[in-house]
């Protein structure tokens, strides 16, 4: 199989713009004829969604949850990039598009990158004529903070509710095209697999999830918009129903999985309390525009604080180890989360962690400065002249908790600690998957009209995304690319008439899928589902986490196919096939979990460099930083399945860099 | 991140096989449950325990765990969402009850809420009033005018904001004696009475909104205060005065 990007020619800031000048449009009576299946109605698929039933396509959406606005990108908190250069800063398409790629650690494609970037600026424009509240300022002019991994103001943001309204504008042109009818919402409904007709996508096969019904729905291209995989290490920032099986599925009949192991760390999220934890909660990133990292300089006071000894305000200035400020002085507290998250393990494992857990792991994050530094502004805006310590500090506070007051709230109800008056506690936790299925320009998967959009494609961020950049490139594939690039493909089937379900492609998908259910519902296991999830959490978060070795990963692969096959002679699903069972939705993707964590680490060990989010113990640099080989590996790692997962066949994309140099990338 | 001693409980939870069958009140003792898991987390040591003595597990909508999709919904010991204020019933943490308790937890309960299985109510009757308004009818079209364009009032970008948050739980619905949606009607109809571009279909919407929430068998509004209360993102009552001014003006004006 050749890979071929289809990257259209000439100059990278002419591409998409000539390209969508030339490309076949669908006339919009025979739009009406053809159905379009979105499975996930995430910011990529809620948009997707709402601007093909727009251009007068049929579509049938689906998601797990009850609602299309429950999509888990309700729950992105800070902010989303756009090169509007509203700050006057210097901003520009060109510059998002490099610090995109520089920050993806120069392991993504030119091209792609370059029309997110273009696209960006319409995004904006487009959710605020949908309604969507970002914040303004006191001219009544939109505000940016600033993300790590850049020098420019570009984030465009709601409170910490910046997915929240994102996805509700998103949901809301939804609502518009279902009350036309364009659009067949199918809530509580599973996507379980896909259906294959002479080579192209024509449908899926889902399960009724309140019902149990297993359903045929045929269309002339199918979308996938399910989002990332985090939750393979069991607990991530994810949400508790975020699962790879829409993408594993449509892998197993044919579509290529690219750069599984690049896996994104987040370095600022609540540390973990206790075995039976069931997630770990984010505190957005925006938090380190204002809050401080460190640890104790000596490991006495590190040791008191873990024993309850010792407060963080109780440690002077001279005994804190600013630890990224120190190591990182350009950019700081605003280094990239990879980088932001192996300097905390660096310091953890050399015994500085602050909080009380099993590995001791966590770092502060301090707003004390900011705080007095807010303070002093507000009391010189409102000519408070020689102010009190106190008023300061009251007033530094009700700016911090205008801009980060309901993420100070959620740290306070897991943790029953006040983040106002001491500083949090933090640690890394697993948060977003750049790998995932691999698409070509047009978003198009391997297998033709089989496209993937958001989070579930590996497009556009390399090997480490920077901050607020999933929002802009989920909203870019939906609102602005695929819905022209799909036109392209569907030219051709505006003759096809309906896909008819009853083909025998049709039956031997659901025969497959039903038959992995009754395996499921019959085995009389011993375990239950996350019983399993767990232990494949900990041997991914243990070898095929922050820092890999060879050693650990050829040990990971084999403890994943043993647990596998555990899983199947012991788990344990209660209840029956035809009933609402959350039992069963789990031990579904549970399953598919254990097959992509082998591949994830059979990849990860096939890449021979540190890059991004994938470090390798034995590529570093003699300072600790990661060492990249673009020698040998510049290129995108897709994978063929052909029965057992790391058996796959690679297929290598050369990454072809003419815009930017390939540098190691330094913050410092 | 303090840990303390564990508590023992007894749960009252409704069992209820689906929307046909007849439900009932189940105990379940639980003992040793950390103060620092969260509520779902303990239903979570509930269901391994029943799983593991061959029972079936107690069905309950949850996703984000973070109080922000607004899945969960579990009316716990009288109160949507249980006690303490601004909190969902995934953000409830176990230190909140006290060693021994009894805590009773049932499902949202409404007329437009029919019980699917358990814990877990139908609330597609909310996405319904939402297809019925809840809508700037703009396309997507990449020549939208600039962001900037029109400057919005940041008093008023706020309050639009604030009534934008509600997470769509039902909650108000569930704490209200009359299973009145308003609080949840009312949110985004402020949001967009508030800002300019929502202007334009605004008597349409309030009007077609408050006549979708009648057709599901949603309660009136006697404004007793009770939604704002139990709802978990402070949603202001308000918004509800707006709404009523905003359907005033617009049934005046279609008459
Ligand atoms: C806590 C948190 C905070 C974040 N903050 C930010 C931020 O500030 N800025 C930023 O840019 N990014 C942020 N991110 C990342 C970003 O939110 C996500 O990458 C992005 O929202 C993913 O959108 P999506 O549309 O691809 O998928 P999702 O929003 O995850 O949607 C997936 C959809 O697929 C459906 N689905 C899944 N599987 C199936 C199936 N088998 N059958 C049917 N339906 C299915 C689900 O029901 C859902 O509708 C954050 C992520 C997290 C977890």
Redesign the pocket.
């Known amino acids: 199989m050749k890979l071929d990007s289809k990257v259209p020619e000439g100059p990278l800031k002419d591409k998409w713009t000539n390209y969508k000048n030339n490309i076949n449009l669908v006339n919009p009576a025979n739009k009406r004829n053809i159905d379009v299946i979105v499975?996930?109605?995430?910011?990529?698929?809620?948009s997707a969604s709402a601007t093909l039933a727009e251009l007068g396509y049929n579509v049938k959406a689906?998601?797990?949850?009850d609602s299309?606005r429950?999509?888990?990108?309700?729950?992105?908190?800070?902010?989303?990039?756009a090169a509007k250069n509203y700050q006057g800063d210097g901003d520009s398409t060109y510059r998002l598009f490099y610090d995109t790629i520089k920050g993806g650690d120069y392991r993504s494609r030119e091209a792609n990158v370059y029309r997110l970037a273009e696209v960006s600026a319409n995004i904006i424009d487009q959710c605020v004529a949908q309604g969507v509240p970002f914040a303004r300022d006191y001219g009544g002019l939109l505000d940016n903070r600033s993300f790590g991994g850049v020098l420019v103001s570009r984030t465009f943001?709601a409170k910490g509710q910046?997915?929240q309204q994102l996805?509700l504008g998103a949901y809301s042109a939804m609502n518009r095209q279902i009350a036309k009818g364009k659009i067949e919402m199918f809530n509580r409904?599973?996507?379980?697999d896909v259906v294959v007709v002479d080579g192209k996508a024509r449908g899926i096969i889902?399960r009724n999830l309140v019902t149990g019904e297993i359903e045929r729905h045929s269309a002339h291209a199918v979308v996938i918009?399910?989002?990332?995989y985090?939750n393979v290490f069991f607990l991530?920032?994810?949400?508790m129903?975020?699962?790879v099986?829409?993408s594993w599925k449509v892998h197993k009949r044919g579509a290529l999985f690219a750069n599984p192991c690049y896996t994104q760390i987040h370095p600022t999220c609540v540390p973990v309390h206790g075995t039976q934890q069931s997630k770990l909660?984010?505190m957005?990133?925006?938090l380190r525009n204002d809050g401080r990292i460190w640890v104790p300089r000596k490991l006495e006071d590190a040791k008191a604080v873990r024993e309850g000894k010792l407060k963080a305000k109780d440690i002077k200035e001279e005994d804190r180890d600013y630890y990224l400020e120190r190591r990182y002085p350009s950019f700081g507290n605003l280094v990239p989360r990879d980088v932001a998250s192996r300097a905390a393990k660096e310091r953890c494992d050399e015994g500085y962690g602050v909080v009380n857990n099993d590995t001791n792991e966590g770092v502060f994050l301090d707003f004390a400065s900011a705080i007095q530094r807010y303070g002093k502004q507000q009391a010189h805006l409102k000519g408070i002249h020689n102010p009190s310590a106190d008023e300061i500090e009251s007033l530094g506070k009700k700016v911090v908790e205008s801009k980060y007051g309901n993420l100070f709230d959620m740290y306070k109800q897991i943790t029953a600690e006040n983040p106002y008056e001491t500083a949090m506690k933090i640690y890394p936790a697993v948060?977003?998957t750049m790998g995932g299925v691999w698409v070509d320009y047009n978003l198009m998967t391997t297998v033709p009209g089989l496209y993937a959009?958001?989070?579930?494609n590996f497009s556009d961020h390399g090997a480490n995304r920077l901050?607020?950049?999933?929002?802009?490139?989920?909203l870019a594939d939906?609102y602005f690319v695929l819905p022209y690039t799909i036109g392209d493909y569907l030219s051709a089937d505006i003759r096809t008439g309906k896909i008819s379900t009853d083909l025998p492609e049709f039956a031997e998908a659901e025969a497959s899928v039903k038959s992995q259910i009754d395996t499921l519902i019959n085995n009389k296991g011993i375990h239950s589902v996350d019983y399993f999830h767990k232990q494949l959490g900990l041997i991914m978060w243990n070898k095929v986490g922050m820092s890999r070795t060879t050693e650990g990963l050829k040990q990971a692969i084999e403890e994943i196919k043993a647990l596998r096959e555990a899983f199947w002679k012991e788990v344990k699903v209660p209840g029956t096939a035809d009933e609402l069972n959350q039992e069963l939705e789990k031990a579904g993707r549970v399953a598919d979990f254990l097959e992509l964590g082998e591949l994830f680490a059979r990849d990860a060990l096939e890449r021979e460099e540190s890059c991004g989010g994938h470090f390798r113990e034995e590529h570093r640099t003699e300072d600790g930083e990661a060492k990249r080989d673009d020698v040998n590996f510049a290129f995108v790692s897709a994978w063929e399945y052909t029965g057992q997962p790391s058996e796959a066949i690679l297929h290598k994309e050369e990454l072809i860099f003419e815009n930017v140099e390939l540098k190691t990338r330094s913050y410092k | 991140m303090a840990t303390e001693k564990g508590i023992n409980i007894t749960l009252k939870v409704w069992r209820q096989k689906n929307g046909q069958a007849k439900g009932a009140l189940e105990t379940y003792e639980l003992k040793d449950v950390s103060p620092d898991n969260s509520f779902l987390e303990m239903m979570d040591i509930l269901n391994d325990q029943i799983i593991m003595k061959d029972g079936s597990p107690v069905a309950f909508d949850h996703d984000?765990r973070?109080g922000i999709c607004g899945s969960c919904s579990m009316y716990i010991n009288g109160e949507p969402h249980g006690p303490g204020r601004l909190v969902t019933t995934c953000q409830l943490h176990m230190r909140e009850f006290k060693d021994g308790e009894t805590i009773y937890v049932e499902p949202f309960r409404a007329k437009a809420f029919p019980i699917i299985k358990d814990l877990i109510v139908d609330r597609s009757a909310l996405d319904r009033i939402q297809h019925a308004g809840g809508y700037i009818s703009v396309n997507t079209s990449g020549n939208t005018q600039d962001a900037n364009a029109i400057p919005i009032e940041k008093e008023n970008a706020d309050k639009a904001f604030d009534a934008a948050t509600c997470i769509g739980c039902g909650a108000c619905v569930a704490a209200c004696k009359n299973a009145s949606a308003s609080l949840f009607m009312s949110a985004k109809i402020s949001q967009y009475a508030l800002l300019p571009q929502g202007q334009v279909e605004a008597k349409n919407r309030v009007l077609a909104m408050v006549k979708q929430a009648e057709e599901e068998g949603f309660g009136p509004c006697s404004n007793t205060g009770a939604c704002e209360v139990e709802c978990p993102k402070g949603i202001s009552l308000e918004n509800i005065a707006r709404m009523n001014r905003e359907y005033l003006s617009a049934s005046l004006l279609t008459k």
């Open positions: 499975v996930g109605t995430g910011l990529a698929g809620g689906f998601c797990y949850q299309p429950r999509a888990h990108s309700i729950a992105a908190q800070g902010g989303i990039n943001y910046t997915g996805l409904h599973e996507m379980l889902a918009a399910t989002g990332g985090g991530s920032t994810n949400a129903g975020s699962n099986t829409a909660t984010l957005s990133e925006s948060h977003y959009i958001g989070e579930a901050g607020a950049s999933a929002l802009m490139q989920g939906g | 984000c973070e």
